[in-house]
């Protein structure tokens, strides 16, 4: 969606990222844990694969904030998904 809406892209690119971000929620959707967790689950993953994207793709090397920010991120998220509970 990024390189069609933002950088003048193909129009496939559109198509292709609109069925992606509709899987996308499909999968969450059909989780057999409480919607509410995966949905945690999911931005954990996503800030951390943003990450590597942006620093892999786009050249961007992640400061120790960022660093630092996506780890607390994925902790957040595992506590959220694994925390014992009654």
Same mark, same amino acid.
């Given at each position: 969606?990024? $390189? ?14 609109g069925?992606?971000?509709? $899987? ?7 989780? &057999?844990a ?10 954990? %993953? ?20 960022? %660093?630092?920010?996506?780890?607390i ?10 925390? &014992?509970?009654?």
């Amino acid at each position: 969606m990024w $390189l069609w809406l933002r950088e003048g892209g193909a129009i496939w690119l559109a198509v292709l990222g609109g069925i992606i971000l509709v $899987l996308y929620g499909v999968v969450a959707t059909l989780q &057999p844990a409480n919607f509410g967790r995966v949905y945690a689950a999911y931005g954990g %993953i996503f800030i951390a694969m943003a990450i590597i994207w942006g620093w892999q793709v786009d050249k961007v090397t992640p400061d120790r904030f960022d %660093i630092i920010g996506g780890l607390i991120c994925l902790v957040g998220m595992a506590m959220i998904m694994y925390w &014992p509970r009654n």
